[in-house]
């Protein structure tokens, strides 16, 4: 199992990306080989100075940074050596098994699309987020941005999407999916969430148990919840500025509102593509670079790109 | 100035109204005349109760009562003697020059479309929420549930509607208007945003600052924040339900927290439409009583309908 890291990506690169490495190594005692890609100058004294072995992960140098201004197409075209141009090159070429950044999520998302492409059949990869809830349990709230604009087959599928990483990655069993709209009732809801409605109650691969309200999305109503993505982007949004309230407020310490601390949290893998790829947030702490390690290794473990392939084709 | 109050609306009604009534009337030197209407028999013994003299008020006798899970239009037709449908006929005919209630929500949309109806050049009226803002200021945001789905040429409306409401209502001087969006930069966004980004800043009677994110809603960015009713729905039970996690936590007594007590507001206007109306929330109590009759006050002492009309006019 070969997890390819970017070690040059977020706010706080290399040295979080470093110590993140380290907490993944000593946490584990049979880790994935991790190639670790980026400037050796800027990254091989932070290895050295957090006594991260020379064999025990395998180092990429990567002389170029795309930086989180750059236009996305066109840095992945003239930075062939920067660390997310060389991951996605030895991703394509097999060399490892899963890609991971903090970087230019513009440049990630484009490097998936044009390297890895979606799986057959997928209408449109899709992101997430993870939503804590109040009972303490997690859930998973999708399309969160990469798609604003949405059809109702493309809900259809992000249920299905959603409700297979919730299940083999989150390890939540026959997760409860939700649409997210402004009533309860069936036949309520802008035309989208309409005419999704039917299709989600149609698929037996998932377990739908109706609408979802907004009231609803730090409940335990459902554990998937599916909206467009210019819906999920503007909630994700709002759920990451509730730490920094808590902050403001000298409420951080609270149990609950300290899980929307989202930089501990392990990014987002693009779903529906054939190959992990994982988007981590800009403010990327070790902890959020360890989770974004364990994360492409639950992924790889339960072969979860090969069960979407398979869930894909059952369904045509 | 004559107010019609629906006596029989919301879960606390009619008690809850009586004390509104009562704390309206100890707290105005010169009060508006309020015509409450309601079921003699329920209403009078707390008015007597609460030591509000007979003449200082208008009762209106209403035998019927429009439940909460009835069929608007139907329970409307049904129920000419109900006091939604009583207050709609007395203000359709000039006896009072508003109307509010804190009852079937859908039955005061009904009643307001048909009886009172858009002012001309209005393309769909609107309602909206208050916002606590982190600094201790108050936002509105809107559509938030009458307009699931949008046309750009609405949306442009809303701000127009909004920013006046923001500046003769809640008192905000030249009101910032961001448009909900999933980033920063002009040309973001979903087909909706895109089209409606060009209207806002070309439209010169409002104060169009450009985009505001999820994250910047409970900040100070925008006063008035514009987006289609489903997002808007999405976000104000969302906001609703903060609430309810700080009491569950035990954090409501917060100062920041405790204003998202949505029970104490006065309810939102419907705004577009000839004659104030104002739908309060089912949990209202009295201090939410209270305040949707001083929003009423206010409205018809800045003759906001009128001046709607006139900026209709001039923009057309």
Chains 1, 2 share one sequence.
Do not use: W
Not at 276 to 288: E, L, Q
Not at 294 to 306: P, R
Request: hydrophobic share 40%.
């Amino acid at each position: 199992m070969n997890i390819g890291l970017d070690m040059m990506g977020g706010d706080f690169a290399p040295l979080e990306a470093v110590k993140g490495v380290q907490q993944y190594l000593s946490a584990n005692a049979q880790p994935a080989t991790l190639f670790c890609i980026g400037n050796e100058q800027q990254v091989q004294s932070l290895l050295t100075e957090y006594q991260i072995p020379a064999d025990a992960i395998r180092f990429i140098h990567a002389p170029e940074v795309i930086g989180y201004h750059e236009h996305p197409t066109k840095a992945l075209k003239e930075k062939q050596q920067s660390s997310i141009a060389i991951g996605f090159h030895l991703l394509a070429s097999g060399k490892i098994d899963a890609f991971l950044s903090a970087g230019n999520t513009g440049a990630m998302l484009v490097g998936t699309m044009y390297t890895i492409k979606a799986i057959e059949g997928i209408l449109r990869p899709t992101i997430s987020t993870i939503v804590p809830k109040i009972d303490g349990s997690t859930g998973l709230l999708l399309d969160v941005g990469l798609n604003v604009d949405c059809k109702p087959e493309q809900l259809n599928q992000f249920a299905v999407l959603g409700s297979l990483y919730a299940q083999h990655v989150l390890g939540i069993d026959n997760p409860k999916v939700g649409l997210l709209n402004v009533g309860e009732e069936e036949g309520k809801g802008n035309l989208l969430a309409q005419s999704t409605y039917p299709l989600l109650k149609e698929n037996s691969s998932i377990n739908f148990i109706g609408n979802v309200e907004g009231r609803d999305v730090f409940k335990d109503k459902a554990d998937v919840m599916v909206c467009d993505g210019f819906t999920g982007n503007v909630i994700l949004k709002m759920a990451e500025s509730f730490y920094e309230i808590a902050v403001n407020r000298q409420l951080h310490n609270d149990e609950y509102l300290h899980r929307f601390h989202y930089e501990n949290y392990g990014g987002t893998p693009v779903l529906g593509v054939a190959k992990p790829v994982i988007i981590g947030h800009g403010i990327s702490n070790a902890t959020a670079f360890k989770n974004m390690i364990l994360v492409a290794e639950k992924m790889l473990q339960t072969n979860f790109c090969g069960m979407i392939k398979q869930a894909v084709m059952q369904s045509v």
